[in-house]
């Protein structure tokens, strides 16, 4: 079972910042957060990943709460290309193979 | 090209037949997984590759799924005597780095099979 927990959709206007959430509450010290997307008919595509730190790149920012029990991704402007399933991902502790655990993810819809 | 690639994109099978899928990783990526996702839900975790060995085949359903990786490179997902469950998008993902080592996974396109 996916270790995550993210509200299953929501709606972003077109420009705006997108603020996705998710609950990891079970988290242990060595796991990291990592988001995906999938747009329709395409396979994942990786946007970000933390430790305990925020982090930023040139598609998002990762915001890790100092209990690491939860997270919010942020798309700055959105665009009707950022329309997608976004998931959270808790994993890569040292016994792990590197296998993702999806979950339901959030379908985030941008509206013009 | 530089990206994953999977083959064939659509494969329509009837129940009882053999399919073989095949999934072209990132040149010189060590890891490769194998997902499964049906409709409407995320993609679940097949098996991992770590170049030509088979580390972990937990997510293999049944012993009906058979996947290889002879090379360390080229991978084929082979499922046989197919039934309707097994109608899902597969996807092939691949990174640079060895397992338990954070990395980024590079997703193909997937195959959808379609058994009747």
């Known amino acids: 079972d996916a270790k995550t927990t993210q509200p299953p959709s929501m709606d972003c206007a077109e420009g705006r910042a997108a603020n996705l959430p998710c609950n990891h509450s079970?988290?242990?010290?060595?796991?990291?957060v990592y988001w995906y997307r999938q747009i329709h008919s395409q396979g994942p595509q990786y946007i970000i990943h933390?430790?305990?730190n925020n982090e930023t790149n040139e598609m998002a920012s990762l915001i890790i709460t100092e209990d690491r029990k939860s997270s919010t991704l942020i798309l700055p402007h959105a665009t009707l290309r950022d329309t997608a399933v976004y998931y959270c991902?808790?994993?890569?502790?040292?016994?792990?193979?590197?296998?993702?655990?999806f979950g339901q993810g959030t379908t985030l819809q941008v509206k013009p | 090209g530089a990206g994953v690639s999977q083959s064939p994109r659509y494969k329509v099978a009837k129940r009882g037949q053999d399919v073989a899928l095949r999934c072209d990783p990132i040149?010189?990526?060590?890891?490769l997984f194998w997902y499964q996702q049906a409709l409407g839900q995320g993609p679940e975790f097949l098996t991992y590759?770590?170049?030509?060995?088979?580390?972990?085949k937990s997510g293999l359903p049944s012993d009906r799924f058979f996947a290889e990786r002879p090379e360390g490179s080229v991978s084929t997902l082979k499922i046989q005597r197919t039934q309707q469950e097994d109608s899902a998008v597969y996807l092939c993902?691949?990174?640079?780095?060895?397992?338990?080592?954070?990395?980024?996974?590079?997703f193909g396109p997937g195959t959808r099979l379609t058994v009747l």
């Open positions: 993902a691949s990174s640079f780095l060895q397992a338990g080592i954070p990395d980024t996974q590079y």
């Open positions: 079970t988290i242990s010290g060595n796991e990291y």
């Open positions: 933390g430790l305990k």
């Open positions: 991902i808790v994993g890569y502790g040292s016994s792990n193979t590197g296998k993702l655990i």
């Open positions: 040149s010189g990526h060590v890891s």
């Open positions: 590759f770590q170049n030509e060995a088979q580390l972990d």
